[in-house]
C-alpha cells in the first residue's frame, strides 16, 4: 500500500473520480460519496491502474460520519498527504426570485456548499498538518442570471477556501484552488442543455493537467 493517503470527497464522477484514479499509483484513495454503485466502478478503475482504495459511501452534510470517517483516517494512518474535494450540489437553474420558494433545494444547497465545506476544513486540516495539500475547484457563476443559487453558495465555499489559503500561507497546509476547464460532465449538461459538448474536455484529461498544478 502507498505511503500517501488522498482523501477525495465526490469521487463518484466526473473530475473527482478522475483525480481518484490519477492518483491511485501513488495514494491510497479515500473515496468518499453518497453513491455506491459508481464509487464501485471507481473503484475498478483504481484497480486496473494498480492502486487500491477505501471506499467510504456517505453524505458529507452528515456530521457524523464526517467525524467518524476523519478518526478512522487517523487511527488507520495517522494522516492526509491530498484533500481534493469536488463534492457539489447544483440546483436547477431558475429566477432569483424563486430561489427561496424552492426551500428544500436551497437548504441543500447551503448544506452541501457551505455547511459541509465549513465542517470538513475543520476535520480535516488536523490530518493534513503542515504538509499536506487541500484542493479546491473554482467556478465562477457569481451574478449570472438564473444562476443565483449555485453562484451564491459556490461563491461561499471559494470565500472559506481563499480565507483558508491566506491563513495558512506560512504554516501549511497548502491550499490550492484551480479552475478547471468546461467539462463534459453531466452537471454541465444540466445548466448548459444544447451545448457542443465536443468543445469540452474530458475530466479524465483535465484530472491530467490539473494534478501537477495540484501537487506543486
Not at 499509483?25 to 486496473?48: C, M, N, Q, W, Y
Not at 456548499?113 to 476544513?121: E, F, M, S
Amino acid at each position: 500500500m502507498p505511503d500517501k493517503i488522498a482523501l477525495i470527497t465526490g469521487a463518484s464522477r466526473g473530475l473527482g473520480a478522475a483525480l481518484a484514479v490519477e492518483l491511485a499509483p501513488t495514494h491510497h484513495i479515500v473515496a468518499v460519496a453518497r453513491t455506491t454503485g459508481a464509487l464501485e466502478e471507481v473503484d475498478d478503475r483504481i484497480k486496473a491502474v494498480g492502486g487500491e482504495a477505501t471506499l467510504a459511501p456517505m453524505d458529507i452534510t452528515n456530521a457524523d460520519a464526517m467525524a467518524q470517517l476523519c478518526r478512522a483516517i487517523h487511527d488507520r494512518w495517522g494522516k492526509v498527504d491530498v484533500w481534493a474535494h469536488t463534492a457539489i450540489e447544483a440546483q436547477q437553474l431558475m429566477p432569483t426570485d424563486h430561489v427561496a420558494l424552492a426551500e428544500k433545494d436551497w437548504a441543500k444547497s447551503v448544506a452541501v456548499n457551505l455547511d459541509a465545506v465549513a465542517r470538513l476544513i475543520a476535520y480535516v486540516a488536523p490530518l493534513l498538518g503542515s504538509e499536506g495539500t487541500a484542493a479546491f475547484f473554482h467556478d465562477d457563476h457569481a451574478g449570472e442570471a438564473f444562476f443565483g443559487a449555485y453562484g451564491a453558495t459556490k461563491a461561499g465555499q471559494m470565500a472559506l477556501a481563499k480565507s483558508w489559503q491566506t491563513e495558512t500561507a506560512k504554516i501549511g497546509p497548502k491550499v490550492r484552488i484551480v479552475t478547471p476547464r468546461p467539462l463534459a460532465t453531466a452537471m454541465r449538461a444540466r445548466f448548459h442543455p444544447g451545448e457542443n459538448r465536443e468543445t469540452l474536455v474530458s475530466p479524465w484529461d483535465e484530472a491530467k493537467r490539473l494534478l501537477p498544478e495540484l501537487l506543486g
